[in-house]
């Protein structure tokens, strides 16, 4: 049986080459060597698709290369998914979060990631999908009680949205009410800054630690 390391070295492979079937059966391979599914994919899949993305900037690779990449990574996350969320079925819950991919943008495997790691963390989180109508996050959060309402931008012409959700929650009257998160491969502390938000979350671990300081 492969080691851990090379498991993960294999998961990235399996990215770089867009093997849908290899990223499945790496995947099966890590659940049966006992790796978290979390460690697999931030430090497996996801880095591989940064560096694709990387290449896709430079103009080394072409958008079909990136869609085929995704395809295989969300092979194996349809597979690691549902055992990260049954990993935190009996936790109770610690706060609610409503996360969603901002509206203009049908990307979502991010945003599922961090979604799962919310859960196992001990979370209540709606998740609203991708292509999220920026009203929607503002009903949904006063409708459920929200403590945090979170949105991911995965292209920089969708960040926009992003601070129109800041926006609404201050037209609504309910920004006082909620922190708000924000995330995605454009999105950068800076820009969280800017529009006011108060959490910019890197990855999903770096979003269930920031979002557990806030209930500390």
């Known amino acids: 049986m492969l080691n851990k390391q090379e498991i993960i070295a294999k998961a990235k492979e399996a990215i770089m080459e867009f093997d849908d079937k290899a990223a499945k059966n790496i995947a099966n391979e890590a ?20 560096s694709l993305g990387e290449q ?7 958008l079909p290369h990136i869609i085929a990449a995704v395809d295989a990574m969300q092979a194996a996350i349809d597979i690691l998914l549902p055992e990260m969320e049954k990993m935190g079925a009996e936790t109770k819950s610690r706060g609610t979060v409503v996360i ?16 799962t790691a919310l859960r196992i963390a001990g ?44 926006e609404q929650l201050n037209e609504a009257g309910f920004r006082h009410n ?29 979003a269930v630690n920031k979002i ?5």
């Open 100 to 115: 969603g991919t901002i509206e203009g943008d049908i990307h979502s495997i991010g945003k599922d990631i961090v979604a």
């Open 31 to 50: 659940l049966a060597a006992g790796i978290h599914p979390a460690e697999l994919i931030e430090e497996g899949f996801k880095v591989a698709m940064t």
């Open 178 to 206: 909620v922190k708000t998160m924000v995330g995605g491969a454009p999105v950068t502390q800076e820009w969280a800054d800017r529009i006011g938000a108060d959490i910019y979350a890197e990855n999903s671990g770096d």
């Open 56 to 62: 896709f900037e430079a103009g080394t690779l072409y």
């Open 123 to 166: 979370y209540n989180v709606v998740d609203l999908g991708s292509d999220v109508p920026i009203e929607s996050y503002v009903e949904k959060a006063r409708e459920v009680k929200a403590d945090v309402v979170a949105s991911s931008a995965l292209m920089t012409i969708t960040m926009i949205n992003q601070m129109r959700i800041e």
């Open 212 to 216: 557990n300081a806030l209930f500390e």
